[in-house]
């Protein structure tokens, strides 16, 4: 594969005469990507799927993700050109061209040359392309892609596994087969595993069928993420191809995954899997505090609402405390209400290679939001918390 990425990245790399930044705490990363190879489906996925799997086709100039015969799912600039919102930011679209990807996200060698530039010890891969594939109405191709990219990051995670944390997508239309892909990625050696973060909603997350995958990941120690993107149902943004509710939607996208959360929470999957851990990712913080008084208030006041009770006194945020953890980029306001949601609950981010995210500049940005926190504090948001719920080595992890 040929790329143009080397030479748009000189024109990116950090100015080493920039003012000298204060000296932070080790930064692992809950929240960056890998690049999925356009070849990966056609050469991984079961026989029996291989013309209907996803690929990335030139339209009109652009790559765009396809699957089956004819379904466009997204273009790729989105998900593709770190660095952009920092050299030109109104040139970012949906629009991209895989030339232009870095190669850090299908190399796991650059990936770790790119990690050491940006100043990040360690990294939570999710997938890019495959974040639009929740939204599939064939759930046996969703299911055979996902087995594909399992095996595919894996793989990629294998070159430093200290450094390098992968979770497994997991499609959960069959909860039988969802356990058991589950239980396949712990095999693996992935480190934890997503699913929608919001399902159809006649099988929200408060149903009873789910019992055994929340069973099975607290047995595992697996972490279950919730990233944005990742709606089971339809188009996400907008209803043509520029509307105004493409805004609205992105400014309002927490409030999927706070149903989630509330469906899990007051349905008592926390009291009875206590050793469950739910990340909620992409979706910053500061739309928590809020929630967790609403949460609380509500079961306080509206026992007709708020059915199951919990046991020995408890109210929902200290489920939410004990079992959820928030992964976010760069919400100061979020950091300023660290006491209301829990310094504990806070990992950073950085989305590489994504066009929103913080690489290459992602020491200088962490430390302007850190700015006055307590290093105690800096320690734990800038990476001890990612270490504590992901099983990184610290100290393995710390040498490049």
Not at 18 to 38: A, C, G, K, T, W
Request: aromatic share 10%; hydrophobic share 40%.
């Amino acid at each position: 594969m040929t790329s143009r990425c080397a030479g748009r990245r000189s024109s990116i790399i950090p100015d080493p005469m920039r003012e000298e930044m204060p000296v932070l705490p080790l930064i692992l990363s809950s929240d960056s990507h890998v690049f999925e190879p356009p070849d990966l489906w056609q050469k991984r996925i079961d026989a029996a799927f291989r013309d209907r799997a996803p690929r990335i086709q030139r339209i009109d100039d652009a790559d765009q993700i396809v699957v089956e015969a004819d379904q466009v799912l997204s273009g790729i600039g989105l998900i593709s050109n770190a660095g952009a919102r920092f050299e030109a930011p109104e040139t970012i679209s949906a629009d991209g061209r895989f030339e232009d990807v870095l190669r850090g996200g299908y190399d796991p060698r650059q990936h770790l040359e790119d990690m050491a530039l940006d100043g990040v010890a360690g990294e939570v891969l999710y997938p890019s392309q495959g974040l639009f594939y929740f939204r599939l109405a064939d759930s046996q191709l969703m299911s055979a892609i996902f087995r594909a990219y399992n095996d595919w990051l894996a793989e990629f995670c294998r070159t430093d596994p200290a450094r390098l944390k992968g979770i497994a997508m997991i499609n959960l239309d069959d909860v039988r087969d969802g356990v058991g892909e589950l239980e396949r990625a712990a095999r693996l050696g992935l480190s934890g595993a997503m699913i929608t973060e919001y399902p159809l909603e006649h099988r929200r997350y408060d149903q009873s069928e789910y019992e055994p995958f929340w069973a099975a990941a607290a047995a595992l120690g697996l972490p279950i993420s919730l990233h944005t993107a990742t709606r089971r149902q339809g188009k996400i943004r907008g209803a043509g191809e520029k509307t105004l509710r493409d805004a609205s939607s992105r400014s309002t996208k927490a409030f999927y995954p706070a149903l989630s959360m509330c469906d899990m929470i007051f349905s008592g999957v926390f009291e009875r899997h206590p050793r469950l851990t739910l990340a909620i990712v992409e979706f910053e913080l500061a739309w928590v505090p809020h929630v967790l008084s609403s949460m609380d208030y509500t079961y306080r006041e509206r026992h007709g609402e708020a059915i199951y009770r919990f046991k020995d006194g408890m109210v929902p945020s200290d489920f939410f405390h004990r079992n959820v953890v928030l992964s976010f980029q760069e919400d100061a306001v979020g950091v300023r209400l660290r006491d209301l949601i829990g310094v504990d609950n806070m990992m950073w981010g950085s989305d590489y290679p994504h066009s929103e995210s913080t690489f290459p500049e992602s020491q200088r940005i962490l430390a302007e939001i850190l700015a006055g926190v307590p290093a105690e504090e800096q320690a734990k948001i800038a990476g001890g918390n990612t270490a504590r719920v992901y099983g990184f080595d610290v100290g393995k992890a710390g040498r490049s």
